[in-house]
């Protein structure tokens, strides 16, 4: 990925773009597969990490800006807390069998759902499979966070977002808090 950053390696040659908010058809609906690896996509991904880093996320999904195509960006840390920086083409995921599999409770946010957060059990580990930017294959392996964001960010690209993971009174409280929040901002 050859992108322009500052000293603090914050990419500064992407476009920043609005983020859609939860209620949006886009982030409702499953996203389409990418068959062209070519400028346009590394435009949109330069575009993405620039929206991300804009609305201080950790990741961020195509279609959180608008754009209904399978492709996450992510700048996370792990559960070591060593930051992991990329971006997933085409991501498929892959999670440990119910018997290994060990949830975490995390309080999580999403920027389609600004200031809104609740607490979400999701596997401490994850494994994800797609390409990078150019078509290679790529499979990368998350922990802590980093489990989480790949979770979170591939929910999106199927038109998912973390609130309909949530119990149905959770869910229904959440949303008229964000709306309020909405109406008084």
């Known amino acids: 990925m050859n992108f ?9 040659d992407g476009t920043v ?8 058809p886009v982030l409702h609906r499953p996203c389409a597969t990418v068959t062209d690896f070519n400028s346009e996509l590394a435009t949109l991904v330069r575009d993405m990490f620039a929206s991300m880093y ?10 959180q800006i608008g754009v209904s195509l399978r492709v996450f960006v992510y700048d996370c840390p792990d559960e070591t807390e060593e930051h992991q920086r990329g971006v997933v083409v085409n991501p498929t995921l ?24 609740a607490s979400l059990a999701r596997p401490d580990h994850a494994v994800v499979h797609g390409f990078d930017v150019t078509g290679q294959p790529i ?12 979770q979170h960010e591939t929910d ?5 977002l973390y609130i309909d993971r949530l119990p149905g009174k959770r869910r229904k409280a959440l949303l008229a808090a964000y709306e309020e929040s909405r109406r008084t901002a």
């Open 4 to 12: 322009s950053m500052d000293e603090s390696g914050q990419i500064v």
């Open 17 to 24: 773009h609005p983020i859609r908010y939860v209620g949006d």
């Open 54 to 63: 804009a609305a201080q996320g950790v990741g961020l999904a195509a279609n």
């Open 94 to 117: 892959a999670l440990p069998g119910i018997g290994r599999r060990q949830l975490e409770d995390y309080d999580e946010g999403c920027l389609s759902v600004p200031g809104q957060r």
């Open 139 to 150: 499979t990368l392996e998350g922990t802590g966070l980093l489990s989480r964001c790949f």
């Open 156 to 160: 999106h690209l199927e038109g998912r």
